[in-house]
Nanobody, 126 residues
């Protein structure tokens, strides 16, 4: 599976951004696709995921619930992360990840994902 992440940038606090993750190389509907983020010196942190595209259950980190929305466009094999009410603490490199065999209890663990896109930097100014 190849993943292409895009959409990062600089935004003022309270603003919005939409990240995209385009997948190719494996049947999209079998994939679980997630977003993680990382800041220097810290571990990669779960943000959100869609568990198995043909299941569609969405999971969110508590820190982003109510502010971020993950969605998909199966026709384009693309997953989106709509980020609103952004805070400076949301500043990080955001990565999309995918896996075809992950179980629901493991979606929060980055070690369970086999495929990763390149990161896209999100910077939120105060």
């Amino acid at each position: 599976v190849q993943l292409q992440a895009s959409g990062g940038g600089l935004v003022q606090g309270g603003g919005s951004l939409r990240l995209s993750c385009a997948a190719s190389g494996r049947t999209f509907n079998r994939l679980t696709v997630g977003w993680f983020r990382q800041v220097p010196g810290k571990e990669r942190e779960f943000v959100a995921c869609i568990f198995r595209m043909n299941d569609g259950t969405r999971y969110y980190a508590d820190s982003v619930k109510g502010r971020f929305t993950i969605s998909k466009n199966s026709a384009k094999d693309t997953v989106y992360l709509q980020m609103s009410s952004l805070k400076p603490d949301d500043t990080a490199v955001y990565y999309c990840a995918a896996d075809s065999t992950i179980i629901s209890s493991s979606v929060y663990d980055p070690r369970r994902y086999d495929y990763w896109g390149q990161g896209t930097l999100v910077t939120v100014s105060s």
